[in-house]
């Protein structure tokens, strides 16, 4: 069973950058799709970005697309969000997801639905000050 642990929350401004890292243990990191979601108070969890086993393929929210990158370290088992030009609305608590990875690539909506992932982090707290 994977354990994922998010890190890099903080409080930044608006138009500022920050990085998030998901670190991964007990379990074989190349085997997971891996997942970024988040939540605000009142708000169910929403989908953020998305990337394979092999890092070939990533998925985003409209919301974050061509602001935010979600990449692989396997090295140190770790899956990046790399967040950038950040905006108020992006404050929320950000979680970090993993499934056994299904490689079918084209159904998006395996990669995006929170219902897929199976493992969790305990997330981690991004302040976006206007």
């Known amino acids: 069973q994977v354990q994922l642990v998010e890190s890099g929350g903080g409080l930044v401004q608006a138009g500022g950058s920050l990085r998030l890292a998901c670190a991964t243990s007990?379990?074989?990191?190349?085997?997971?799709?891996m997942a970024w979601f988040r939540q605000v108070p009142g708000k169910e969890r929403e989908f953020v970005a998305a990337?394979?086993?092999?890092?070939?393929?990533?998925y985003y929210a409209d919301s974050v697309k061509g602001r935010f990158t979600v990449s692989r370290d396997y090295a140190k088992s770790t899956v990046l969000l790399q967040m950038n030009a950040l905006q108020p609305e992006d404050t929320a608590v950000y979680y970090c997801?993993?499934?056994?990875?299904?490689?079918?690539?084209?159904?998006?909506?395996?990669?995006?639905?929170?219902?897929?992932?199976?493992?969790w982090g305990q997330g981690t707290q991004v302040t976006v000050s206007s």
């Open positions: 997801a993993a499934q056994e990875d299904p490689a079918y690539y084209s159904a998006r909506n395996l990669y995006t639905d929170i219902r897929q992932y199976d493992y």
């Open positions: 007990g379990g074989t990191f190349s085997k997971y799709a």
């Open positions: 990337v394979t086993w092999s890092g070939a393929n990533t």
